[in-house]
């Protein structure tokens, strides 16, 4: 059975970091694309960033300049380094082998919530 599990979520100030990780089972990360998707509160969920197989990476504008994401292959896992974060950042964060379009994921992890506050 195909799963992530998501975690380094937390509550961090303004202008902080945070970095996520996103560990596959059931199956080997390195031949697929992965990406971060967010839902903040009363939002639609929206993609975040996304790394090929290849390593080559894109980000959204909202983020570009500030998150930076990178796999770790021997480790079946996928990171989301988070600086400069800004309260619009808060969210819970998902990831998955579907890069932008969120239809095409099939079932959603539960997710790591990240709270930025003063």
């Known amino acids: 059975q195909l799963q992530f599990v998501e975690s380094g979520g937390g509550l961090v100030q303004p202008g902080g970091s945070l970095r996520l990780s996103c560990a596959a089972s059931?199956?080997?990360?390195?031949?697929?694309?992965v990406g971060w998707f967010r839902q903040a509160p009363g939002k639609k969920r929206e993609g975040v960033s996304c790394?090929?197989?290849?390593?080559?990476?894109n980000y959204a504008d909202y983020v570009m300049g500030r998150f930076t994401i990178s796999r770790d292959n021997a480790k079946n896992t996928v990171y989301l380094q988070m600086n400069s974060l800004k309260p619009e950042d808060t969210a819970v964060y998902y990831c998955?082998?579907?890069?932008?379009?969120?239809?095409?994921?099939?079932?959603w992890g539960q997710g790591t919530q990240v709270t930025v506050s003063s």
């Open positions: 998955d082998t579907v890069c932008w379009n969120q239809f095409d994921v099939g079932s």
């Open positions: 059931g199956f080997t990360l390195d031949r697929y694309a």
């Open positions: 790394i090929r197989a290849s390593g080559n990476t």
